[in-house]
């Protein structure tokens, strides 16, 4: 059930008469066993991995407008017992079951904003260059599909992706089925493949979808304008 996105894609489906409430949910449960540290609590531009991540979810989240954009619904899903930076303004919950992977840290996610969401844009905290404008271009693109997501090179970024939380009960089904790859839920429903090409209109380097897992990989870390923020010289 993957399809290509056309460029003109059409407006994400609403009920009538009430625009799409959009949240957004960012995974830090990660062993972070190639950086050797706790990849949430970098430093970096002045504030956590983390929070720079949640502050760029945030105000894509608003800037693509919908009932929710003054305060828009935010969850981290962390592993159980792990600790979180201080984080301004979002729910911290924990995945159900340990070391399943991001589907799981998505069905946290999705069971948490379940009440108070239609759409939600997922990232990880390892993403710390994601562009507020390509969370909300994402939002936008969804269209009619049930997920989008970015597909460069052949590869898929579910972690940069946005989902109606109402794939909750396939997302559950699937881990139940032991079939741990959001691939397998891209394969189930509407999916729209969202192109390089059409990525680059936010960000024409495709640095949002760079992940940061080695002490090298932060060392040579440099944040622009226009992302999360931007890292002392």
Not at 64 to 88: N, W, Y
Request: charged share 20%.
């Amino acid at each position: 059930m993957i399809t290509s996105l056309p460029h003109d894609a059409p407006p994400s489906r609403g009920v009538p008469d009430r625009p799409l409430r959009y949240g957004g949910v960012v995974l830090v449960g990660g062993r972070s066993t190639r950086m050797g540290r706790p990849k949430a609590w970098l430093p970096v531009a002045q504030r956590t991995m983390a929070a720079a991540v949640v502050e760029s979810v945030r105000q894509g989240l608003r800037d693509a407008g919908g009932v929710s954009a003054v305060r828009p619904p935010m969850v981290v899903v962390a592993a159980t017992g792990q600790d979180v930076p201080p984080l301004e303004d979002v729910l911290i919950t924990h995945d159900r079951v340990p070391d399943e992977g991001p589907l799981r840290g998505m069905e946290a996610g999705f069971s948490a904003l379940a009440s108070s969401v239609d759409v939600a844009f997922v990232a990880s905290c390892d993403t710390p260059l994601l562009k507020p404008a390509v969370v909300t271009r994402m939002l936008l693109l969804l269209g009619d599909a049930d997920a989008a997501v970015p597909v460069v090179d052949g590869r898929h970024h579910p972690l940069a992706a946005a989902y109606r939380v109402n794939l909750l009960p396939r997302v559950q089904a699937l881990l139940a089925a032991r079939r741990r790859r959001p691939f397998f839920l891209f394969q189930e429903v509407a999916t729209r493949e969202v192109s390089a090409e059409d990525l680059r209109v936010s960000d024409p380097e495709l640095i949002s979808l760079r992940n940061i897992n080695t002490p090298q990989e932060y060392d040579a870390l440099s944040i622009p304008s226009g992302s999360a923020g931007k890292m002392e010289e």
